[in-house]
DNA sequence: TAGGGCTACTTCCATC
DNA sequence: GATGGAAGTAGCCCTA
C-alpha cells in the first residue's frame, strides 16, 4: 500500500471514531436527561419503579401484553397461588 | 383527595410519560445513526468488530485515567496523608 | 511499624483476600447453576420471563404485592389504560 | 391437554422453581459469608473500601489478560492472518 | 442462539 | 435511623 492511500484510510478511520463518539456522547446526554426526569417524577412523589413499569407496557403490544399476562396466571394457578 | 388534586397528579404523571417517551425516541434515533456510520464505515472495507474494539478501548482508557485517580486518593486517604 | 509487624499485616491482608475470593468463585458457581435451571426449564418448554417474574412474585411478601399491584392499576387507570 | 398432560406440566414448574430458590438461597448465604469476611477484615483495622478495591483490581487484571489475547486475535483476524 | 454490551435494579456504606 | 450516593450484580437486547 503505498503512503498516500494509507493516509486516506487513516483519515476515514480517524472520522468514523470521531463521529461515533459525537453520537455516543449526544446518546449519554439523553440517557442523563432521562434519568432526571425520572428524579423530577419522583420528588413529585410518583414511584420511579411503577413509572418504568407504565412506559415499558406502553411500549409493549397490547396483545403480547395480555398474552404475558395470561401465561403468568397460569404458573400461579399451577402453583396453587392464585385463588 | 379531591377530583382536581386528582386532575392535577393525572396531568402531572401524563406529562412525565410524555416527557420520557420523547427522550427515548430521540435516544433510539441516534443509537440508530450510530448503526449507520458503523454500516458506512463496513461499506469503505473496515472490520466492525475491530472498529468497535478500537472505541471500546478509547473508552476504556479514558475510564482508567480516572481510575488510576481514584485509587491513588484511596489510598492516600486511608494512609491518613489526605483530609 | 517493625518488619515482623508489617509481615503480620501482610499476612492478614493476604488471607482476607483469598478467603473473598474463595467465597466469590463459589457464589459465581451458584449463579451459572441458576442459570442453567433456567435454561434447563426453557427447553421444557417454559417461558423464562414469566418463571423469573413468579420466582421474583414468590420472594416479595403478600402485602408488597398488593401495594404495588394498586399503585400500578391507579397509574394505568389515570392514563386511561384500564377498561 | 388432559389432566395428566396438566399435572405433569405442573410439577415440572414446581420442581424448577424449588431448585432456583434453593440454589439462590445457598447464594445468599454465600453473600452473607462475604459481607461477615468483609466486616472482620474491618475488625482488624482494613479499611474495606481499600479492600474491595484490591479484589477487584486483582479481577480486572485477570480478565484484562484474556482481553488482551481476544484483542489479538481479532486483529490477526482481520488482518487475515488467522483461519 | 450464543455472547457481549448496555441498562437497570439492588445493596451497601457514609453522612446527617 | 433514614436518606442519598456509589458500586456491584443481574437482566435485557441486539448483533453476529
Do not use: C, H, P
Request: proline share 0%; glycine share 4%.
Amino acid at each position: 500500500m503505498s503512503n498516500a492511500t494509507e493516509e486516506v484510510a487513516q483519515d476515514q478511520l480517524r472520522s468514523f471514531v470521531e463521529r461515533i463518539e459525537r453520537l455516543e456522547e449526544e446518546k449519554k446526554t439523553i440517557s442523563d436527561d432521562i434519568k432526571d426526569v425520572y428524579a423530577e417524577a419522583k420528588g413529585t412523589g410518583f414511584d420511579i419503579k411503577v413509572l418504568r413499569k407504565v412506559i415499558s407496557l406502553r411500549k409493549q403490544d397490547a396483545n403480547e401484553r395480555q398474552e404475558q399476562e395470561a401465561i403468568l396466571d397460569l404458573y400461579l394457578q399451577a402453583l396453587g397461588m392464585m385463588n
